[in-house]
Each structure stands twice: as C-alpha cells, then as structure tokens.
C-alpha cells in the first residue's frame, strides 16, 4: 500500500546552505535505499515536503523528521492512499522558494501552507517542479 503524506514546518535557526546539504544528503541515501520519494521545498524560514512511499516507510520516516531539532512546529497536511506516485523521480527533489522567479512570488502573495489545504499545497509543488525552479537532478 503507497501513501503519500505532505508537511510543513518551520525552520528552528538560519537555514544555511550547510544545513539544507545535510539534509539532503541523508534524505537521498536513505530514501533511496527505502523506495522513498519526494520533494523538499524550502522558503524563508519554512520547510515544505511531500514524502512518497509504502506506507511502512513513509511512516516511520516522517517520525524520525518530526523529532529532528534543525525545525519546529511540524504540521501534518495532507494523507492519502495512492496508486501511483507522483515523484517518482526523485529519491528526494530540492526546490528553493527562495529563487522562484518574481512573477510566481507575485502570482502567490498569500499562499501560506500552514492554512492552505493539502490539494492546493500539492498544486502549488507540481507547478514549483514544472516551471524547472527544482534544484536537484532526477535520480538515473
Ligand atoms: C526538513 C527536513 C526534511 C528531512 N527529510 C528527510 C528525508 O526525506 N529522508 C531522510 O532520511 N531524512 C530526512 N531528514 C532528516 C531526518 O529528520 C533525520 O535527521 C535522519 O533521518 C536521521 O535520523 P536519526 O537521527 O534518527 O538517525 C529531514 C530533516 C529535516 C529537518
């Protein structure tokens, strides 16, 4: 059975580049070798992820991240059953709020994932990675 699961939280200190490649570093190992997938994307001073996979794993990763000191205030926002991925290529993608072009900041003013709905959040990803602003290179 794959799930899907999709949280926000809120950075606990600067998010410094050294922390964000420490993160995905173990994100991309692990995930891997656990048949997770998934998209970090990273705004100022939140953190936003959709994490992908048997329901087993994806459990008892998002425990391990919701212990993790480096972010606080982790708010579950979107669960569901699915038949097929949607990140399917990448053991975890990056995607940097910060460089988004200004015509998608404008586009967006108010979008604020602590009160959106998991629907719109998930929209708002699947634009993030269609318009190229994803960091990371799919997986080979
Ligand atoms: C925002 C954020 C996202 C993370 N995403 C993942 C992830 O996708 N996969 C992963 O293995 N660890 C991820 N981590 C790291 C885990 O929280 C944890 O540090 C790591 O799995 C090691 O767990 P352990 O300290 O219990 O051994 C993330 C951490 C943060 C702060």
């Known amino acids: 059975m794959l799930i899907r699961v999709i949280y926000v939280s809120t950075s606990a200190g600067p998010q410094t580049s050294t922390m964000t490649h420490s993160i995905l570093k173990t994100a991309q190992a692990w995930n891997k070798a656990n048949d997770i997938t998934g998209v970090l994307c990273q705004g100022p001073g939140v953190f936003l992820q959709a994490l992908e996979g048997e329901r087993g794993s994806v459990t008892r990763l998002y425990s391990r991240i919701y212990a993790d000191q480096r972010h606080t205030d982790v708010k579950l926002i979107h669960c569901e059953s699915i038949d097929r991925r949607r990140y399917e290529k990448w053991s ?20 604020d994932p602590y009160s959106a709905s998991g629907q719109l959040v998930m929209a708002r990803i699947d634009e993030l990675l269609a318009s190229g602003t994803v960091i990371q290179s799919p997986d080979s």
Do not use: N, R, T, Y
């Open 92 to 111: 975890m993608a990056h995607v940097s709020l910060q460089e988004l072009d200004p015509g998608k900041k404008i586009e967006w003013p108010e979008f």
